[in-house]
């Protein structure tokens, strides 16, 4: 077997905050991690193997055990219910899913849509609320769907709210707080128990 850990990171904006993060923790990355577009990245050194993924499929590589651990932001978590563990909150890439809309306008009464990345979360928050809509699923630029009137709302990530503010949206609700996640695959913690609890409790200094 062997005994590199294979990293599942998200490509994107978490990235920066991610690798700045495992450098605190005292991982020794190569600039390669600043400026490539090389998708699996060895740093034999540290005995780890790094697989640059889209956010959303971090949980699915980690799932399929094709890598053992990964960082995973709580939204996809929410939205994928992945068979994997949630060992620590890393407290970075601060943002929360929210629903948005134009201002002053209500959801249509007959046939509410809402437009979304998240189908699964969006369609729990709505009837939780005791709302039907119809759930419309986007795979980005969501903030478009109101405003050329495919749907009444959407339901995204927030960050720092500029989206919203230059395309005239306001925030209705906002759904729940999110942060980057250390995920781990279930046969991967039994079998790398030292080298994951390892990184797991250099990470937890350093968050
Ligand atoms: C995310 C999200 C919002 C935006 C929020 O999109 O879906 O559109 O960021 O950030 P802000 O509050 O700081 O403006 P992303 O840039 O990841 O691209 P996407 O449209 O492909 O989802």
Redesign the pocket.
Known sequence: MSNILTIAMPK??IFEEAVELLRKAGYKLPPEFDDSRKLIIDVAEEGLRFILSKPMDVATYVEHGVADVGIAGKDVLLEEERDVYELLDLKISHCYLAVAGLPDTKMNEVAPRVAT?YPNVAEAYFREQGEQVEIIKLN????LAPLIGLSDRIV?????????KENGLIEYERIIDVTSRFIVNPVSYRIKDLQIDEMVERLSKVV
Do not use: M, N
Request: proline letters at 0%; glycine letters at 18%.
């Open positions: 994107g904006r990345k980005g630029s969501i903030e995204d990530i927030v960050s720092t709210g500029r989206t919203l």
